[in-house]
């Protein structure tokens, strides 16, 4: 539910006043073997989410603390990590 409205989300966070260059985690499949995690901001979290979609349940985290995400991989200047 949370992926398919990801843009939605942070479109009312932002009429809210949360800054466009806040950051944002994408956290697929968490603590699993296939643990996919994306990293962005606010505004990304639409595009963030819809790559996950259909991939398995995903938390979407807003705010300072998904600055802290450690991704092991990036693609295209996106940080994205797999653990395998």
């Known amino acids: 539910m949370g992926l ?4 939605d989300i ?3 966070l932002r009429a809210a006043g949360l800054a466009a ?3 944002v985690a994408v956290v697929q499949n968490g603590t699993r073997p296939d643990q996919r995690v994306s990293t962005g901001t606010l505004d990304e979290l639409g ?3 819809a790559a996950h979609a259909g991939l398995g349940p995903a ?3 807003i705010g300072d603390v998904a600055a802290y ?3 092991e991989h990036s693609e295209n200047g996106r940080a994205v990590s797999w653990q395998k």
């Open 10 to 12: 942070a479109g009312r």
């Open 47 to 49: 595009t963030l989410a």
């Open 69 to 71: 995400a450690v991704p």
């Open 21 to 23: 260059h806040t950051p």
């Open 59 to 61: 938390l979407l985290v």
């Open 4 to 7: 398919s409205n990801a843009g």
